[in-house]
């Protein structure tokens, strides 16, 4: 979440593929009295314009879904487009 949303503010690089799922939040853990230990969230990540990570997805700018008939027939077709795009930013400079 937080390199996809990174990468794609600072404009770095494309994001392809499907959005994440929009789940980031810090969590530490203590002890209680009676030994046990839990954990409990202590920090948010938020994107440049405000908005809470761990509600908004980072969202793809080439989107490109994954199907199960892909992953039947093994194949990637998210790598292929990423290789694409690379090879397009390659080519014409």
Do not use: C, N
């Amino acid at each position: 979440e937080i390199f996809a949303h990174s990468i794609k503010t600072i404009g770095r690089g494309k994001l392809i593929g499907t959005a994440t799922f929009g789940g980031v939040i810090s969590t530490g853990s203590f002890s209680l009295i009676d030994g046990t230990t839990i954990r409990r969230p202590f920090r948010g990540w938020y994107t440049a314009e405000g908005r809470d990570m761990d509600v908004y997805p980072a969202v793809p700018d080439v989107p490109v879904p994954q199907t199960p008939a892909d992953e039947a027939a093994g194949r990637d077709v998210q790598l292929e487009a990423a290789v694409r795009e690379l090879l397009a930013r390659v080519e014409s400079p």
